[in-house]
T-cell receptor, first 118, second 115 residues
């Protein structure tokens, strides 16, 4: 099956620093990747949709200047949490959709990144 | 906008027994997909089963099957012969095929399989 790799799995940083999270599709090309945030014992909330070669589409209430998304290739999307603060501490998960929209509609998920901001 | 509701925050089942997890959704769309994802303690999201709305036949994957009632907008998951490894959070999800293939998740059901 399709594999999505997400790194790092855990990061602890000081308040005010920036953190970059990578999401890679290992055995397929992902024209679209998605970034989610999950609070403890809660569901996944979509933050943004990342399309290769274009600007990300952010969900309402998500600060695009705080959460920078870059999708420079068909296998890599990055999420940068800029000037992180304790309230940004959370579990971040990426997913990737294989191929064009008409071909498949399955999202494959990375293992997630636990961010702790001190 | 779509909404997905899972009315059972927690459930438990004895090993080898059968359990059904409920999911209802609300949409005005006709072209969509429904999914059940499993999130074990490792927190890795794993696709359990997928259903196309235009298909009347219920999807099945080994011990997992769904009861898809399109008119009632209901999409329940049945797990047969429950195993300890089935212990996880289960999320029902909706995908509008005409809206960027975004997933809308339900609140989740925590399933505990007891030995």
């Amino acid at each position: 099956g399709a594999v999505v790799s997400q790194h790092p799995s855990r990061v602890i940083c000081k308040s005010g620093t920036s953190v970059k999270i990578e999401c890679r599709s290992l055995d397929f090309q992902a024209t679209t990747m998605f970034w989610y945030r999950q609070f403890p014992k809660k569901s996944l909330m979509l933050m943004a949709t990342s399309n290769e070669g274009s600007k990300a589409t952010y969900e309402q209430g998500v600060e695009k200047d705080k959460f920078l998304i870059n999708h420079a290739s068909l296998t890599l999307s990055t999420l940068t949490v800029t000037s992180a603060h304790p309230e940004d501490s959370s579990f971040y998960i990426c997913s990737a959709r294989e191929g064009p929209a008409w071909a498949k509609n399955i999202q494959y998920f990375g293992a997630g990144t636990r961010l702790s901001v001190l | 906008a779509q909404t997905v509701t899972q009315s059972q925050p927690e459930m438990s089942v004895q090993e080898a027994e059968t359990v059904t997890l409920s999911c209802t959704y609300d949409t005005s769309e006709s072209n969509y997909y429904l999914f059940w994802y499993k999130q074990p303690p490792s927190r890795q999201m794993i696709l359990v089963i997928r259903q196309e709305a235009y298909k009347q036949q219920n999807a099945t994957e080994n011990r997992f099957s769904v009861n898809f009632q399109k008119a009632a907008k209901s999409f329940s998951l049945k797990i047969s012969d429950s195993q300890l490894g089935d212990t996880a959070m289960y999320f029902c999800a909706f995908m509008n095929n005409n809206a960027g293939n975004m997933l809308t998740f339900g609140g989740g059901t925590r399933l505990m399989v007891k030995p």
